[in-house]
């Protein structure tokens, strides 16, 4: 059997649970959700599996070594003592990224800096020679974090964000981020087996994710490379099975697309292509409030404007409108708000059945579900 790793995917916080749940479905072992994160186990193949197939994780971490850092010294011998040869050689390159919680040091990069001369010297005392720094294209992404007594030094498998799947070729001003709209479908239990309504969908990321994941289509299809394949140990015939073992399905369901902006329309057209979607996802001009759902049933998400741009009465009379159009044109709809400010959601009007907290970028949000029935006896304010 292959050795074991262990590795830490980063996340939003609040889709912790979620991506715990992908990581198991990947083959992880010892699966941890911890604080914007999941902590777990596995072989080469679930490192790999984990970068292109777990549709919440913003980077996927390999765990090199942890030791405990009582001085500041201890992190320069830490990572000196490391075996280097394992990862790089004196013709790569690489760079360091820190995160530091720890009253010995302040300041990442007097952290990163001491961690390249640790590993610089590593190579010029056995060699001579050293690999060099590279910010922009390392060969090799060294993570090291520092929290509280304990120091973990990791390799970033992932390179850019995972967020960055590779379709987004046009955006328009405020788009949800990849992973975050693909963890709230996920969140919502949406599974493709019912129709999906995204009808203010700005550059169409609801739209495309809850298409790739109707498909079985992995959301790391469309991305160029991940750090792991400059890596010693790339085995590149076990990446290219690992990333052949899908099967793309036909859309059983209706997956409906709509803004009131001409602009936002062209956009998503324009992201749907790339992300060869065109077949399945059409989106159209619709103000929400004209809309009557062509479904029986179905989920609808909506990431209304917060409002930054949007002066306040505007803003809420939107929220207002959304409310009104919910109770008494979409009954047999569950709908998914996310926004950020109580105000708006106390001017939808309606009595939510779920609510969670969640990131978007440095705003908390909240993610309401609203059931509406026949009639509207539960959904009364
Ligand atoms: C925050 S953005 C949505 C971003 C989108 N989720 C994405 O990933 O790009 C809000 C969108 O709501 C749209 N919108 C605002 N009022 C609307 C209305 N009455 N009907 C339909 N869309 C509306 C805006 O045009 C904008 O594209």
Same mark, same amino acid.
């Given at each position: ?137 390392? =060969? ?6 520092? *929290?509280?007594?304990?120091?973990? %030094?990791?390799?970033?498998?992932? #390179? @850019?964000? /995972? ?123 619709? =103000? ?6 062509? *479904?029986?049933?179905?989920?609808? %998400?909506?990431?209304?404007?917060? #409002? @930054?741009? /949007? ?71």
């Amino acid at each position: 059997m292959d050795k074991q790793m262990r590795m830490v995917a980063k996340t939003f916080q609040g889709l912790e649970e979620v991506l715990a749940q992908e990581i198991r479905s990947i083959g992880g072992q010892n699966v941890k959700p911890t604080k914007r994160a999941v902590e777990f186990e596995g072989d080469q193949e679930v490192l790999y599996r984990a970068n292109f197939y777990c549709r919440t994780a913003l980077r996927i971490l390999k765990v090199i070594d942890t030791f405990p850092i009582k001085e500041v010294d201890d992190l320069y011998n830490g990572v000196y003592q490391i075996d280097w040869n394992q990862f790089l050689n004196t013709r790569k390159t690489f760079m360091v990224n820190s995160t530091a919680n720890n009253e010995l040091f302040d300041n990442t990069m007097f952290v990163s800096l001491k961690v390249k001369d640790a590993v610089a010297d590593f190579f010029r005392k056995r060699l001579g020679a050293r690999p060099s720094v590279d910010t922009i294209n390392p =060969d090799v992404i060294i993570n090291v974090h520092v *929290s509280g007594d304990k120091c973990s %030094i990791a390799l970033d498998s992932s #390179g @850019e964000s /995972l967020h960055k799947r590779g379709y987004r070729t046009a955006q328009t001003e405020a788009p949800l981020n990849e992973v975050l709209a693909a963890g709230l479908i996920m969140l919502s239990g949406w599974d493709g087996s019912s129709d999906f309504i995204d009808p203010m969908c700005g550059s169409g990321t609801l739209s495309i994710e809850a298409a790739l994941i109707a498909k079985g289509i992995p959301p790391g299809m469309f991305r160029e490379s991940f750090a792991f394949e400059k890596w010693r140990d790339f085995d590149r015939n076990l990446f290219l099975d690992m990333s052949e073992d899908y099967n793309e399905k036909n859309l059983s369901c209706k997956i409906f697309t709509s803004d009131i902006s001409l602009k936002s329309i062209n956009v998503a057209k324009e992201n749907i292509k790339s992300a060869c979607l065109g077949k399945d996802l059409n989106p159209v001009i619709k =103000d929400f409030g004209n809309f009557t759902p062509e *479904s029986e049933s179905a989920v609808i %998400i909506m990431n209304p404007p917060y #409002g @930054e741009r /949007l002066n306040p009465d505007h803003l809420l009379d939107t929220y207002e409108m959304i409310g009104e159009r919910l109770k008494h044109h979409c009954p047999n709809h569950t709908a998914w708000i996310i926004s950020y400010s109580k105000e708006c959601f106390d001017k939808i009007g309606l009595k939510s059945s779920q609510r969670m907290y969640l990131y978007n970028g440095a705003l908390e949000c909240q993610y309401r579900e609203y059931e509406m029935y026949e009639g509207s006896k539960k959904n009364k304010a």
